[in-house]
């Protein structure tokens, strides 16, 4: 049982990146999804949040440049960034609340 994260890495300032979350060993459709971000010396933080029904939620701060999806015929959550900006710089982690989160993907939002 796992979730498997992909998407991640270096990209300038008002780029995009789409960060996907793959379930593997169960239904991904029976939970809500969520994203999380780690920055360095900083606590880990919400970032977005989709539940069963599809019904999302964001931190203010990426209101408008993010977007949480999910395809449940694929068992598998998205995070496409756009207009990306330093400070979205962190680890990013996805979960399927409450029980399991992925092992984590860096974002580098530098020029």
């Known amino acids: 049982v796992q979730l498997v994260e992909s998407g991640g890495g270096l990209v300038q300032p008002g780029g995009s990146l789409r960060l996907s979350c793959a379930a593997s060993g169960f239904t991904f459709r029976s939970y809500h999804g969520c994203w999380h971000r780690q920055a360095p010396g900083k606590e880990r933080e919400l970032v977005a949040f989709?539940?069963?029904?599809?019904?999302?939620t964001y931190k203010e701060s990426v209101k408008g440049r993010f977007t949480i999806s999910r395809d449940n015929a694929k068992d598998t959550v998205y995070l496409q960034m756009d207009i990306l900006k330093p400070e979205d710089t962190a680890v990013y982690y996805c979960c399927a609340w409450p029980n399991y989160w992925g092992q984590g993907t860096q974002v580098t939002v530098s020029s």
């Open positions: 989709i539940n069963a029904a599809g019904g999302t």
